[in-house]
């Protein structure tokens, strides 16, 4: 899976908005957003943030 895909999963299974999920993860909402519409390499430490918040709601890829 795709981070675009583990994200729009993530969001649509939690029922967050991109600035909700900022918010919960402190990830910028830019960097979400570009995430989502780019297929972009996060960067290691930013992305762990990503997975700990999934961790926490039991979502595990």
């Given at each position: 899976?795709s981070?675009?895909?583990q994200?729009i999963y993530?969001r649509?299974k939690?029922q967050?908005?991109?600035?909700e999920?900022?918010?919960?993860t402190?990830?910028a909402?830019i960097?979400?957003?570009?995430?989502e519409t780019?297929?972009?390499k996060?960067h290691?430490?930013?992305y762990?943030?990503?997975?700990?918040f999934?961790?926490?709601?039991?979502?595990?890829?």
């Amino acid at each position: 899976m795709s981070l675009k895909e583990q994200l729009i999963y993530v969001r649509t299974k939690l029922q967050l908005t991109q600035a909700e999920l900022s918010e919960q993860t402190g990830i910028a909402l830019i960097t979400i957003a570009r995430w989502e519409t780019i297929d972009l390499k996060p960067h290691v430490k930013t992305y762990g943030k990503f997975l700990a918040f999934c961790e926490k709601k039991g979502i595990k890829f």
